[in-house]
């Protein structure tokens, strides 16, 4: 096994490089426009195509987090992580049919412009500021410090912040040509991340089956996972018992069984498809069955995806429990780069260009997002409301590397505590604190009329107070076990936590009485409501096709594994 990058592995990594920039280079001069323009530099207004659309979703949402995070909840956890992929798919097919007519209709550009047609200017301005902390301090950071981390390992473990800054240039690169080319290099770099991705899979099963004795077949090795690691095969964890270890609590703490599906799953997963800018960004500027289109073909791919970011920590977990993995370092979050390293060469060259795809790729959008919020929706509102167009754009592009700088600062020496946290469970965490009341007001302004912007207030600063509440005070207030939960004690937090997933549950079923019971007391209907015109929910055959084909591998899935 070379753990570090051969001559080919870098020629193949090179090619990437230069196609990606190259094609990159060649869409942007294609279109001058997006140096002036807002609505193109932010949106590629009109001009994605349902394919670049749903690769966008994908290169975007597909990163460290999911390489790096997933991959090491899958050495851990097992297949029950496979729940925010497969549930995703869902959560796209009612963005698509429900959510984007909403958005498309109302000519929706950013979420803090939602918030103010829908509400007032006061939801708008806390939710900028929200979305721009977190897209900053908590996204943005743990992609580019999980990303880091991960090439690192394969060069060597000498080359840190060099990877690091390497990374934040690429993706400043990219963002700076605005979201066309954004949009259309992700065609390109989710294409890469999927060949790559299955690639490593492949692979990794292969040595599986080759160390077990059976032969370097993946779908023998394949059958030594469910042989050796049956307990990591799984959907629905049990809840933990007076018997249980405490590697099965904190398991549990993760990824809370049956009560996730009632709880937080679905918030995660609406919220993040459906009420995102990093995300409804990419659709926001196509017609409305082209953004359907786009939508439900990532949907599709989602359901691919546990396959190419999870199925390879389950393999490092066989690979190490049997003293095949000595090169394991890190923890969890080291199961991929781990596995890497038994990558041919060439492969592993393929492998780390598709791992570099889907981090440069969501930085790209990320940072993008941060710039479009805080240009339309703080600077032009509240600093310069004269600001022409090539002003506009100027100030979004400054505010990329602005962003990128304090990522860069704050992943230098992981100041936020990443790597204890394990990436995907930080992610998880903190997004969670907004989530609750973030979706509550969403899912209440599109679809009930009667909701005012004083609730709206109420409801987001109460779903994050909660939110924090529930995660961070209720044991230590009101005990361990009460009526309404269950808290465990985490052996990496030495402390008594209720799941992070059934706190956002909470925060969001609190929540939600409380702003009825204030929008209750003004107007039947409030003049801000948006209205439903007839038909504008339906759907055509072919979409409906999509919808029914997603639903029933969906199905084949949880009844296979649960």
């Not at 990437?16 to 190259?22: A, M, T």
């Not at 995806?305 to 080291?334: E, F, R, S």
């Not at 269950?486 to 549950?505: E, R, V």
Request: proline share 3%; hydrophobic share 55%; net charge positive.
């Amino acid at each position: 096994m070379n753990k570090y990058l051969s001559i080919a592995d870098v020629a193949v990594f090179l090619i990437y490089l230069i196609v990606v920039g190259s094609y990159g280079y060649w869409i942007y001069t294609r279109k001058k426009k997006a140096v002036t323009d807002t609505k193109d530099f932010f949106l590629a207004e009109g001009s994605l195509t349902w394919w670049a659309i749903g690769a966008s979703l994908i290169a975007s949402n597909i990163s460290a987090e999911q390489f790096i995070g997933m991959s090491g909840n899958g050495f851990f956890v097992g297949i029950a992580v496979a729940a925010y992929e497969w549930l995703a798919a869902i959560a796209l097919i009612i963005i698509a049919v429900w959510f984007i007519p909403i958005y498309l209709k109302n000519k929706i550009y950013t979420m803090p412009q939602f918030l103010k047609m829908r509400y007032n200017e006061t939801v708008a301005l806390i939710m900028a500021i929200f979305w721009l902390f977190l897209y900053v301090f908590v996204n943005l950071t743990s992609i580019l410090y999980l990303g880091a981390i991960a090439i690192n390992g394969l060069l060597g473990g000498e080359y840190l912040h060099t990877v690091m800054i390497a990374l934040a240039i690429a993706a400043i690169l990219i963002t700076l040509g605005g979201m066309k080319v954004i949009g259309y290099t992700d065609v390109i770099q989710v294409a890469v991340l999927i060949i790559g991705g299955l690639a490593t899979t492949y692979m990794a099963l292969s040595i599986v089956g080759e160390k077990f004795g059976v032969g370097a077949d993946a779908i023998a090795g394949f059958k030594v996972l469910l042989k050796d690691a049956p307990e990591h095969f799984h959907m629905i964890l049990d809840k933990p018992t007076a018997a249980s270890s405490q590697e099965d609590v904190n398991k549990y703490l993760i990824l809370p069984g049956i009560l996730m599906y009632i709880a937080g799953q679905w918030i995660v997963n609406l919220n993040y498809w459906g009420c995102n800018q990093y995300i409804t960004q990419r659709a926001l500027g196509a017609d409305l069955q082209t953004a359907r289109t786009g939508i439900l073909f990532a949907g599709m791919l989602k359901l691919m995806m546990p396959v190419i970011v999870m199925l390879p920590g389950i393999a490092a977990y066989v690979l190490y429990k049997n003293g095949h993995l000595p090169q394991l370092v890190g923890g969890m979050d080291g199961a991929y780069s781990a596995v890497l390293g038994f990558l041919p060469s060439g492969l592993k060259g393929l492998s780390v260009a598709a791992l570099t795809a889907a981090i440069v790729a969501s930085l790209a959008g990320k940072a993008n997002s941060i710039s479009t919020i805080f240009t339309l929706d703080i600077y032009k509102k509240y600093m310069n409301k004269e600001a022409d167009e090539a002003k506009m754009v100027w100030t979004g592009r400054m505010v990329v590397l602005f962003a990128m700088i304090i990522a860069i600062l704050f992943t230098w020496n992981d100041l936020l505590g990443i790597g204890s946290a394990g990436g995907f469970t930080f992610i998880q965490k903190y997004t969670g604190y907004i989530s609750p009341g973030v979706f509550a007001v969403f899912i209440l302004g599109m679809f009930w009329k009667r909701t005012t912007g004083a609730a709206a207030v109420v409801g987001i600063l109460l779903g994050f107070a909660l939110s924090v509440f529930f995660n961070e005070f209720a044991p230590l207030l009101f005990g361990n076990e009460t009526w309404l939960y269950t808290a465990y004690y985490n052996s990496d937090a030495k402390a008594y936590q209720i799941p992070f997933l059934i706190c956002m549950g909470f925060a969001f079923f609190f929540t939600v009485p409380v702003m009825v019971a204030m929008s209750l007391t003004g107007p039947k209907i409030n003049p801000k409501a948006f209205d439903h015109e007839p038909g504008m929910f339906k759907v055509k055959p072919t979409t409906l096709v999509q919808i029914v084909v997603t639903l029933l591998i969906l199905m084949a899935l949880y009844v296979k594994f649960w």
